[in-house]
């Protein structure tokens, strides 16, 4: 299919994917569905993940191995690198399926991708990430004398790990990425944010940490100039005063404001902020870009201006 649309790059949330395997087999049907509405649109798609329940799981069985058979246990760099494995195989079979059953034949590919971080990142100092299961206090604080973990309450819906989360500075495998899309076919990568590795001369090694996938996905989107970054969510639109009686949705929003209610303390940490953070780094590194924040089922509509919140 000749490509009529934009570039875009699409970022999806964890409600795209479900918590446990059967879940992400259920979830991805429907993530499928609004992606190839996309596709059947003329556009041409490049898709990142999240991976924090899936990383979290990972390294835990992991973990449960190498204490049953006395093994090393897997760092959490190659957690993230199996996390982009058999996510990014359930994401292009369920797309590659919805797409014949349209009629539509395009190659989906996956692409294991390293993303490089600055080992003297400020962030290695002060974990923020959450990544694994939710756990009740009690358990948190064993895990803290077990496990020396560092654990912080998320959004009030438990405990969770926290690991940390350096941003990214160059995205490995761009030029696999972009030869794909030349190719006609569409790409997922980046998934979990990019397998963090740190650069020794021509070496690459991994690091214990997860990078953020909405701004690894900015990092993508500029370096392969996209014209749109989404961030497909939980919520339709961004709002200011959040949970607040004065709560205000956000339609069409200057990347201007955008930064000044981030500063503000807007939005919260961990959940909308870096979202915005990351469309806003976006959106203006050039003129002419657009960053759009929706949920999954809304993505067709927020493309075509119907809904969600757009930032320019």
């Not at 959450?130 to 496990?147: L, N, Q, S, Y």
């Not at 690991?163 to 980046?190: D, R, Y």
């Not at 200057?254 to 953070?277: C, H, I, L, N, T």
Request: charged share 25%; with cysteine; proline share 4%.
């Amino acid at each position: 299919m000749q490509r009529t649309g934009k570039r875009l790059v699409i970022a999806l949330g964890g409600n795209a994917l479900g918590k446990t395997l059967p879940e992400q087999m259920a979830a991805v049907k429907l993530t499928a569905k609004a992606i190839a509405d996309l596709v059947q649109d003329g556009h041409e798609i490049i898709l990142s993940h999240g991976n924090g329940p899936q990383v979290g799981m990972l390294q835990t069985a992991m973990a449960e191995y190498a204490l049953k058979y006395h093994e090393p246990a897997a760092p959490l760099s190659v957690c993230v690198a199996m996390s982009q494995g058999y996510i990014g195989y359930d994401l292009q079979n369920a797309l590659r399926e919805e797409l014949i059953d349209r009629g539509i034949h395009k190659a989906v590919s996956t692409v294991l991708t390293q993303v490089r971080v600055d080992p003297d990142d400020p962030a290695f100092l002060k974990p923020t990430k959450p990544i694994g299961h939710f756990m009740t206090r009690e358990e948190a604080d064993e895990k803290v004398r077990e496990k020396d973990w560092t654990v912080m309450e998320d959004a009030g819906r438990g405990y969770r790990r926290v690991v940390a989360s350096p941003k990214p500075v160059e995205i490995m495998e761009i030029e696999t990425v972009h030869a794909l899309l030349n190719a006609g076919q569409i790409v997922v990568a980046a998934g979990g944010g990019g397998i963090p590795v740190v650069a020794h001369g021509h070496h690459l090694s991994g690091v214990g940490a997860v990078i953020d996938k909405d701004l690894a996905s900015a990092l993508m989107a500029d370096t392969l100039g996209a014209d749109t970054l989404i961030i497909l969510t939980a919520v339709e639109k961004v709002a200011i005063r959040f949970g607040k009686p004065d709560q205000q949705w956000l339609g069409d929003l200057p990347w201007r404001d955008a930064q000044r209610y981030s500063q503000a303390g807007e939005f919260a940490e961990g959940s909308m902020k870096p979202k915005v953070e990351a469309a806003v780094a976006f959106v203006s590194a050039k003129e002419g870009r657009t960053a759009l924040i929706t949920e999954l089922s809304k993505a067709r509509d927020g493309v075509q201006g119907k809904t969600g919140t757009l930032i320019y």
